[in-house]
């Protein structure tokens, strides 16, 4: 079984960047697509981002489009996301997790999640 942790959350202002990580163990990432999601306070959860086991395909929720990026590196089994020009409106408590279905955006597909890191932004 996969076990994820996030870091990396914090309070910035606004225009400001934060960049999370996502740590696994248990599993080999590699061979799961992974994403990012988030939960607003008050709201459901969300997609952000999403990228493919390869690497090679990434895809984002159109919110963030050239504001944030998601990477990984399966060779320390480790995924990231970069956010900059932050809003506030992207405050919320974001979460990894892994998938079967490449490189989803929908929550039902992830089989495995991070306990989630809070991102505050003020303005």
């Known amino acids: 079984q996969v076990q994820l942790v996030e870091s990396g959350g914090g309070l910035v202002q606004a225009g400001g960047s934060l960049r999370l990580s996502c740590a696994a163990s248990g599993g080999t990432l590699s061979s799961y697509g992974v994403g990012w999601f988030r939960q607003p306070p008050g709201k459901e959860r969300e997609f952000v981002a999403a990228?493919?086991?390869?690497?090679?395909?990434?895809r984002y929720a159109d919110p963030v489009k050239g504001r944030f990026t998601i990477s990984r590196d399966n060779a320390k089994n480790t995924m990231y996301l970069q956010m900059n020009s932050l809003k506030p409106e992207d405050t919320a408590l974001y979460y990894c997790?892994?998938?079967?279905?490449?490189?989803?955006?929908?929550?039902?597909?992830?089989?495995?999640w991070g306990q989630g890191t809070q991102v505050t932004v003020s303005s």
């Open positions: 997790a892994v998938t079967n279905f490449g490189y989803s955006g929908v929550v039902g597909h992830y089989n495995y």
């Open positions: 990228i493919s086991w390869s690497g090679g395909t990434t």
